[in-house]
């Protein structure tokens, strides 16, 4: 079995496959404070909750963009279950290319994310990746990592909207029905949720126009797919794409 962790700046999303199967996911909120040993009962109860031991696990892989806890997790998977772990970035194979320029700085999740991709498409494809950024990665047909942009996640701007605006409170954002909102309310969630839909729609087309070619386009992580039914253009969903990436990295790798 491999054990799967992406530490992302709000949560860390955990699963475990067993061969193909993906027995589970679980979110935990991303804790700066805690020491190795918390992440090992943290790490240890979650696998307790879904009935398997930590010696069942055969193998770990890591993608993280919080380096102050990285290497806290990765010492308490290895004091956990004795296995070998992976960690995901430009200097493992990962089935695409990284330029250069680039590799000191990209994230190892948008690494990822276009590893599990390149699975999926064999033209060129945008991976778009709703976390606490918005993210959109064009790769080439040949599996190189051309590049793309980075915007504010949705929690980062519905939390900026809330806090600087005096009148306007916290609300749960749900899929509007139309895009003139009657109550705040809805005024909030179709400018958050059909505004970010717009965004990516618009985002999407100028890079393709810039790269001058056609792109699937795939979708994970968030609200992306609430925010992807109500953009207009054609968007695969993929809520395990980063997990299914790590696994590949784990196996591209041992």
Known sequence: MILVL??????????????????FVS?????????EDQYMLD???????????????DGAAVSSV???VSTAYINA???LTGARVVCAGPDV????TVNPANRATIGAD???????????????????????????????????????AIAPGVGVSFDALVGRAAKLTAIDLEVPSQVIGRTTAECMSSGIINGTAYMIDGMCDHIEEEFGCKCCVVATGGLSKNIVGQCSRDIDYCGTLLLDGLKLIYEMNT
């Open 6 to 23: 992406d530490i992302g700046n709000t949560n860390v999303t955990m699963g475990v496959y067993d061969g193909e199967k993906l027995l």
């Open 27 to 35: 979110r935990l909120a991303t804790d700066r404070s805690h020491m």
């Open 43 to 57: 790490l240890r109860d979650i696998l307790n909750i879904y009935g398997l031991s930590p010696d069942r696990i």
């Open 66 to 68: 919080v380096p102050c």
């Open 77 to 79: 998977v290895r004091r």
């Open 93 to 96: 194979k990962t089935g695409i």
């Open 110 to 148: 948008l690494i990822t994310g276009c590893a599990a991709a390149a699975r999926m498409y064999d033209g060129p494809y945008i991976v778009l990746d709703m976390g606490t950024a918005t993210t959109f990665m064009l790769v080439n047909e040949n599996k190189e990592l051309v590049g793309g």
